[in-house]
Nanobody, 114 residues
Framework: VQLQASGGGLVQAGGSLRLSCVAS????????MGWYRQAPGKERELVAT???????NIRDSVKGRFTISSDNDKNTVYLQMDSLKPEDTAVYYC?????????WGQGTLVTVSS
């Protein structure tokens, strides 16, 4: 499975960004996709995941601000990020899980200025 993420960038606090991640390869093996992030000097953390059955897991600090969605036909997962805060600044990684293993995208940088 290969993952191609896009949509990061620089935005002011309170602004919005939308991340996209397209999976290719053995996509039939994927059971869930999601987003993780890693801020400078910190460990990678889960942001949100969504299963093929649309079961969502999302971290508390982004609830009400971030929305994860997917298009199974397009093997794509999205992360709509609204009301961004400087503490959301991080490299965001797309991740896919399935019976053949876990896969990671290359990461896309999100920078939120105050």
């Amino acid at each position: 499975v290969q993952l191609q993420a896009s949509g990061g960038g620089l935005v002011q606090a309170g602004g919005s960004l939308r991340l996209s991640c397209v999976a290719s390869g053995s996509t039939g093996s994927i059971s869930s996709m999601g987003w993780y992030r890693q801020a400078p000097g910190k460990e990678r953390e889960l942001v949100a995941t969504i299963t093929r059955d649309s079961i969502i897991n999302i971290r508390d600090s982004v609830k009400g601000r971030f929305t994860i969605s997917s298009d199974n036909d397009k093997n794509t997962v999205y992360l709509q990020m609204d009301s961004l805060k400087p503490e959301d600044t991080a490299v965001y990684y797309c991740q896919a899980s399935g019976w053949i293993g876990d896969f990671w995208g290359q990461g896309t940088l999100v920078t939120v200025s105050s």
